[in-house]
């Protein structure tokens, strides 16, 4: 079976963040991008979305691995969502899994961009104080 280009994608970004090959992971993100920092923090556009790996490797000791452990694309026309368990470690980082959503979108030569990196899925969701 054929991989899906987006998981090809996602590899892709996954092995520019481990090298802190930034060019290489912003050819990935459309001009417009979303990256969820952390909940509560995000960043527009791909010089936000640099800076921000950036400051994530020197936090994570230039020492980030990231990568997928399953994950399903649910693809209509020209937009993907994508649910992935995301392992992430770093020398100040146990293995952690995440459970990411990303949001991809087919441009007009057929390149799957990520226009949403929510690496928190809805970890990012505050819980209502309400009843």
Known sequence: MERHPVEIQIEKADRAIVAEEFDTLLDIYAEDAVLVIEPGRIVRGKAGIRKAFEAIAAYFRHGLQVRQNGMEILESGDIALVHANTVLS?????ETERKAV????RNSDGTWLCVIDNSYGSGIVAESSGA
């Open 90 to 94: 770093a020398p100040n980082l146990p």
């Open 102 to 105: 990303y949001v991809f979108n």
